[in-house]
């Protein structure tokens, strides 16, 4: 099992681009989740989704998109990059949000907006 | 919303000493979770405690619910140990979600 893979590791964007984080995941989980960890503090969710062709907003939502069409990705897209969005981007997943299961994260994608 | 208050925010330690951090939350909350993030950023959970006291080696953790704290134990420290943990709790029934608190950074001396 590769877990939770996201990509790209690294990206720098120009303020007004749009781009996509990828994240999959290869263990069959429903619940899969959007954080942000910037300098000093926890993270932050963005969005969630508890299967495919669900999805909600979390603490931080604004500027950022998901969708879920299966059951392995869940990608979060970018619109408009702004500087505030600057930040480590974390995915995660687990069989269900608030059971025992341990909850799995990705390497993390580090994102810099000029 | 909940809050989620960790402490100390930063601890320094020679290897070998004991430590314990604390996680503190505000309202009533369906589990709590220990996590590490080592210095290259990986997410490792360490326990799954929503109650009661767990042991994993040379770690263990305990959570009184009712008083609304969690308290992880660290061991004869070791440089490995060194990292960000944080205690995250799941809020708002089945389709909540974990709710980080900002961390504790260890740095473990040799």
């Known amino acids: 099992n590769a877990g939770v893979t996201q990509t790209p590791k690294f990206q720098v964007l120009k303020t007004g681009q749009s781009m996509t984080l990828q994240c999959a995941q290869d263990?069959?989980?429903?619940?899969m989740s959007w954080y942000r960890q910037d300098p000093g503090m926890g993270l932050r969710l963005i969005h969630y989704?508890?299967?495919?062709?669900?999805?909600d907003q979390g603490e931080v939502p604004n500027g950022y998109n998901v969708s879920r069409s299966t059951t392995e990705d869940f990608p979060l897209r970018l619109l408009s990059a702004a500087p505030s969005q600057t930040s480590v981007y974390f995915c995660?997943?687990?069989?269900?949000?608030?059971?025992?299961?341990?909850?799995?994260f990705g390497p993390g994608t580090r994102l810099t907006v000029l | 919303g909940i809050q989620v208050e960790q402490s100390p925010p930063d601890l320094i330690l020679q290897e070998g000493a004991n430590s314990t951090l604390r996680c503190n939350f505000s309202?009533?909350?369906?589990?709590l979770q220990w996590f590490h993030q080592n210095p290259w950023g990986q997410l490792i959970n360490l326990f799954y405690?929503?109650?009661g006291t767990k042991q994993n080696g040379r770690l263990s953790a305990t959570t009184v619910a009712t008083e609304r704290y969690s308290l992880l134990y660290i061991s004869s420290s070791q440089t490995t140990d060194s990292g960000v943990y944080f205690c995250?709790?799941?809020?708002?029934?089945?389709?909540?979600?974990?709710?980080f608190g900002k961390g504790t950074k260890l740095s473990v001396k040799p």
């Open positions: 995660a997943s687990s069989d269900f949000p608030g059971g025992p299961d341990t909850q799995y």
């Open positions: 263990m069959n989980h429903e619940y």
């Open positions: 989704s508890v299967g495919a062709g669900i999805t």
């Open positions: 309202d009533s909350v369906n589990n």
């Open positions: 405690i929503p109650s």
């Open positions: 995250a709790v799941h809020y708002g029934g089945s389709q909540g979600n974990l709710i």
